[in-house]
């Protein structure tokens, strides 16, 4: 396996149709808004989006954004940012190490941009989190749905 990272482009359509894919299949977020805000990004929000490939068969994706949606329904959030948000790898490729690759690709690129802190939430992964050095720093549930708010110093 010769795992490479690729930062996404915003003309780069023919990777945001595939992100675009992942999402909507894996977090139900329309394909249109994907497309939008990672090709004509007018709000800023994205810092980078990078793309995972082995052997350019593309396998995984994530970003550093600087607002996220558990901001909406929870304030006191808005006051962290960035944020490493939307992080997936292809579901035949879990389990192999690959999400904690794709994960320290993002925190190198955000160290290159002069971050100095970073934040996320998860639902499902805290243990990958925890393991690669980040800190729970608070705890959320919505809708019934509980998880954590993670930080890092990089």
């Given amino acids: 396996m010769k795992v490479e990272y690729k930062n996404v482009k915003p003309n780069d359509t023919k ?28 709000t800023k929000n994205v810092i980078f989006q990078i793309l995972m490939a082995d052997n350019e068969t593309l396998i995984g ?21 960035p944020w490493i948000a939307l ?5 035949d490729r879990r389990g192999k190490g690959l999400g904690a690759k794709l994960l320290n690709e993002i925190e190198s690129e955000a160290k290159r941009k002069d971050h100095k802190k ?5 639902h499902s992964a805290e243990s990958l989190y925890k393991r690669n050095g980040w800190n729970v720093i608070d705890q959320y549930n919505i809708e019934g749905k509980e998880g954590v708010i993670m930080s890092k110093e990089i």
């Fill in 15 to 42: 990777y945001i149709n595939q992100i675009s894919h992942w999402y909507l299949k894996e977090w139900g977020i329309p394909q249109e808004k994907t497309i939008q805000s990672l090709t004509q990004n007018t």
């Fill in 87 to 91: 992080m997936f790898t292809e579901p």
């Fill in 61 to 81: 994706t994530g970003g550093l954004y600087n607002k996220v949606g558990i901001q909406k329904h929870i304030a006191k959030y808005e006051k962290y940012s």
């Fill in 118 to 122: 970073i934040y996320l939430f998860t």
